[in-house]
């Protein structure tokens, strides 16, 4: 089916450990964003990728890292986890960005930082 | 700035009973809205969106929003609840190259 495709669905880091979140999408959509959703504050913004070859800085980048492998893959790095990035973390893309097609969101990593 | 409010945490309907959820935005030129829902442990679906003309829009599962620009509200809708639509949903407004959540609302069916 086509879609986003996120990996892992769940992973457990220990404070100091680096990890990379995987996101592919099979749609030929330009922009793909990466949100994280806390309890009771909605997703907020990490990075996006308006198209392949670029990258911009949301509303909370710190302590994240994003690559823009091509057009289908965009990935999400934390270098050193900590606690409060304990978190879901959802993929999504869209044809363009600022256009109104909305998003096709994948169905998320659930990280535990301990 | 760009900001969206869900002025609801929680609502709680019987099945059979009409729902509306409410949305204000705050934009300065006409946005793009969206309605998206969540279902417990899975990612986001789009129901609705609005970006122009008529300003009454149809979404799926029986459910419809309402564009009001002089009260900038993006209300959704359901005239009849199921069990099925119990679940947490999402108003967003795109705006420039990014989209704007509100913190959600959650929406427990009893029946």
């Known amino acids: 089916n086509a879609g986003v495709t996120q990996t892992p669905k769940f992973q457990v880091l220990k404070t100091g450990q680096s990890m990379t979140l995987q996101c592919a999408q099979d749609?030929?959509?330009?922009?793909m964003y990466w949100y994280r959703q806390d309890p009771g504050m909605g997703l907020r913004l990490i990075y996006y990728?308006?198209?392949?070859?670029?990258?911009d800085k949301g509303e909370v980048p710190n302590g994240y890292n994003v690559s823009r492998l091509n057009k289908r893959e965009f990935s999400l790095r934390l270098e050193s986890a900590a606690p409060s990035q304990t978190s879901v973390y959802f993929c999504?893309?869209?044809?363009?960005?600022?256009?109104?097609?909305?998003?096709?969101f994948g169905s998320g990593t659930r990280l535990t930082v301990v | 700035a760009q900001s969206v409010t869900q002025p609801d945490i929680h609502i709680t309907v019987s099945e059979g009973a009409s729902l509306e959820l409410r949305c204000n935005y705050s934009?300065?030129?006409?946005?793009?809205l969206f309605w998206y829902v969540q279902s417990p442990g899975q990612g986001l679906q789009l129901l609705l969106k609005?970006?122009?003309?008529?300003?009454l829009v149809q979404g799926i599962k029986g459910f419809e929003a309402e564009f009001k620009r002089s009260q900038s509200s993006f209300n959704l809708r359901k005239p009849s609840v199921h069990w099925s639509d119990a679940a947490e949903y999402f108003c967003?407004?795109?705006?420039?190259?990014?989209?704007?959540f509100g913190t959600g609302t959650s929406l427990t069916v009893i029946p």
């Open positions: 999504a893309s869209t044809p363009h960005a600022g256009d109104a097609y909305g998003y096709t």
């Open positions: 749609m030929n959509h330009n922009s």
């Open positions: 990728s308006a198209s392949e070859g670029t990258t």
């Open positions: 934009y300065g030129a006409t946005p793009y």
């Open positions: 609005y970006f122009s003309g008529d300003t």
């Open positions: 967003a407004v795109g705006a420039g190259n990014q989209f704007y």
